[in-house]
């Protein structure tokens, strides 16, 4: 099993999703697609986690994916919550449009 | 403890005055503050018992009450002393005190801030008790300022009226000069002897402190720069005058009892310093002779018969300071306490008869006012006599023993001046005698109507002063070994005593002494009663002598040109121009630098998240690289 996917493979899928994440982020204007590249990013991550437990013959990984998992549900709540409230406020999903942190 | 309770019990019955005077009715107001220094000359008298059972050496009380301030090897305790020095001052203090505030009963009953003005008199005392039972000189300047204080508030008392605002203003202001040169002095002390105490100070002085050294001869006169403004002497002497525009009681307590009695203290307590500069003595007996001189000079002219006391008082204390300066320490104190007594008489008196007038203080219109103010009149006289030094009232025991210690110490210039202030004190206390009290009468209608003698609160006091001023010379009979003397005499430095002359040549001094007194009488009575146009003529044929006399010789005037308005206007200068443009620009500038940093950075904050998220995008690789790259 090993042997047959080098270790390289999954680091380079990973890195790959990552920064479709961060370019989706960056590019998109809807906060529900920004919403779902952050959770993309997330999962990038856990993949490299879990392809260093395996090729480490170490749990540790897996155990924080876990953590990363449960952390990401409650961001989830959190976040749609807020994207929710958004919405009541500005009758729109679109970034460009939330600037109320502009100085 | 017993002492320490001494200044302690007037300061309760302030704060009880003070705090509830406005809900408790005004014979208990009275009665709360005349019991506080009934208390306190109660318990200075049994201080004073205790004193005398002891053997003359080492005759001291003494009550602690802690640590005050301790940093590093410098440390002040909270402390009181009750030596003869102190057991003098006190009882005076608590004495001429306690009758002064009976009488305050009678002349303030009209006032509607009664209690308030009771609270500021027992405050006053007790801060003059602290002054005179320290035993150390902080808690004396702590004393000091408070009656400084004090004094203040209560020339102010009426402070509605500008003229005694501003007069108590400038009495505050004029008493800060001498008290910096004190502070100043203190300070010195502290880097000299490493202590305040009083002891420690003056038993290292002579070790610590060359003989006539620059050291000693300095720190000296920077403390009798202090005293000069509190005892009102040339050149600081210019407040007290004005001081008359503060109740009668109250120049009565600050001329007579306290406040200006404390810069003679200062010296006398500090004799065994002021020994070591025969320099800075001289300059006391001589600033001391010519105040006197000075002071007389312009009582000849004044109308006003507040004034006229109050420039008499200066007088008098330059007499206690000549008496100090020529090594007579116990003849300035003795003249101290004979003064407290005829000087509290006389302002009484006269607060009697601006009483009986309903406020008229002019010599001028008045006129024989004996006729219908006996007790007045006749306490007047007795105070009178003894302010003159008419033998055998108190003030010619004191007086006499001053000059002829002056004389005899050889300063016969100074006795010169000394005698010719003691004509000259005779002819304005009877020139004021006569012109109020004796002749024809001047009142207008309207007063005429009004005149009536003082209720018994203010007549008692008045009786019981003319008492003590008739006898209370005889504690220092015969001259330098009185009971006084004897009681005195282990506080202050063994040389002081033997100054004085011998006694043959001490009997032809009182003499020619009392013949200048009499003197002057005579001249009162010839000028000013029997042919007042001759008074008239003498200011016509001598018109500038009399108007700088009448201008007091414009030393106010001269204060205000030099000292006053360039003070003022270079205030204001500063005000408009470094205050405004310097510091309020400098202040300002920065807070329009930091607007215009604010304004600049604010372009950053674009609200646009996306914007956000791309620069910690690039931090974060920026970051990175240079965290992979660096090594």
Request: include cysteine; charge should be neutral; hydrophobic fraction near 55%.
């Amino acid at each position: 099993m090993t042997g047959t996917v080098p270790l390289n493979a999954y680091l380079i899928l990973s890195a790959a999703l990552f920064v479709i994440g961060v370019a989706g982020v960056l590019i998109r204007r809807n906060v529900l697609v920004i919403f779902m590249s952050i959770e993309l990013m997330l999962n990038a991550v856990n993949l490299t986690f879990v392809a260093f437990s395996m090729f480490l013959h170490s749990m540790d990984g897996q155990i924080i994916v876990l953590f990363v998992m449960a952390v990401a549900a409650a961001e989830v709540a959190v976040g749609l919550a807020i994207i929710i409230a958004l919405y009541r406020n500005k009758e729109s999903l679109n970034v460009d449009e939330i600037n109320l942190l502009k100085g | 403890m017993m002492i320490s309770l001494i200044p302690i019990i007037p300061l309760a019955g302030s704060l009880i005055v003070g705090l509830m005077g406005r809900r408790i009715p005004r014979r208990l107001v009275a009665m709360i503050a005349c019991a506080a220094p009934s208390l306190s000359l109660l318990l200075s008298l049994t201080a004073f018992a205790r004193l005398l059972q002891m053997p003359s050496e080492g005759r001291l009380l003494r009550a602690s009450l802690g640590s005050w301030i301790a940093s590093g090897d410098f440390s002040v305790s909270f402390g009181f002393l009750f030596d003869p020095l102190s057991a003098v001052m006190a009882l005076v203090v608590c004495g001429v005190g306690l009758l002064i505030h009976i009488y305050s009963i009678g002349y303030m009953q009209e006032d509607r801030d009664y209690h308030r003005f009771f609270a500021l008199l027992n405050l006053f005392l007790a801060e003059m008790l602290v002054l005179v039972l320290a035993d150390d000189y902080l808690l004396l300047f702590v004393g000091w300022e408070g009656v400084g204080l004090c004094s203040y508030l209560l020339i102010g008392f009426w402070f509605e009226r500008p003229a005694a605002a501003s007069a108590g203003t400038k009495a505050f202001l004029v008493n800060r000069i001498g008290d910096g040169a004190m502070v100043v002095g203190l300070i010195w002390m502290i880097l000299l002897f490493g202590s305040l105490d009083f002891e420690t100070v003056l038993t290292k002085a002579p070790t610590v402190l060359a003989y006539g050294s620059v050291t000693v001869s300095l720190l000296t006169l920077l403390l009798f720069i202090g005293a000069t403004g509190k005892s009102a002497q040339l050149p600081l002497y210019v407040w007290l005058p004005d001081a008359m525009e503060g109740p009668t009681p109250v120049s009565a307590l600050i001329h007579a009892a306290t406040m200006v009695t404390a810069g003679v203290y200062l010296v006398a307590r500090s004799a065994p310093l002021f020994q070591l500069a025969p320099v800075t003595l001289e300059i006391v007996a001589w600033v001391g002779g010519l105040t006197a001189l000075y002071a007389a000079s312009i009582a000849l002219v004044q109308t006003d018969i507040k004034r006229i006391i109050a420039y008499s008082t200066i007088s008098q204390l330059g007499y206690m300071f000549l008496g100090l300066g020529v090594g007579a320490y116990a003849a300035g104190i003795f003249h101290l306490m004979t003064h407290a007594f005829f000087k509290a008489l006389l302002f009484l008196s006269a607060g009697s008869v601006i009483h009986a007038l309903a406020g008229e203080q002019d010599i001028r219109k008045m006129g024989g006012l004996r006729r219908s103010l006996r007790v007045t009149s006749g306490s007047f006289l007795v105070g009178a006599l003894a302010n003159a030094g008419i033998a055998p009232f108190a003030g010619f025991w004191s007086k006499d023993e001053i000059l002829s210690a002056a004389y005899g110490s050889g300063h016969r210039a100074l006795w010169v001046i000394g005698a010719l202030t003691a004509a000259g004190t005779a002819v304005y206390m009877f020139r004021l005698y006569f012109l109020a009290f004796e002749g024809k009468s001047r009142l207008d209608a309207h007063t005429l109507s009004h005149l009536h003698e003082a209720p018994w609160s203010m007549r008692l006091p008045l009786v019981l002063l003319a008492l003590g001023s008739s006898t209370v010379g005889f504690v220092g009979v015969p001259p330098d070994s009185g009971v006084l003397h004897r009681f005195l005499g282990s506080v202050f430095p063994a040389s002081a005593h033997e100054a004085s002359a011998e006694p043959a040549s001490g009997v032809v001094l009182a003499v020619v002494a009392l013949v200048m007194a009499v003197g002057g009488i005579a001249i009162a009575f010839r000028y000013y009663l029997r042919d007042p146009a001759r008074a008239e003529a003498f200011t016509v044929r001598y018109p500038a002598l009399y108007r700088t006399l009448l201008h007091k010789y414009w030393v106010d005037e001269l204060y205000d040109k030099t000292v006053i308005h360039p003070t003022v206007v270079s205030a204001r200068t500063l005000s408009e121009s470094f205050d405004a443009r310097v510091v309020d620009g400098s202040v300002n500038g920065v807070a329009a630098l930091a607007t215009r940093a604010g304004n600049l950075l604010r372009r950053l904050q674009t609200g646009q998240i996306p914007a956000y998220i791309l620069s910690i995008l690039v931090g974060t690789v920026v970051l990175l690289g240079y965290l992979a790259f660096s090594g």
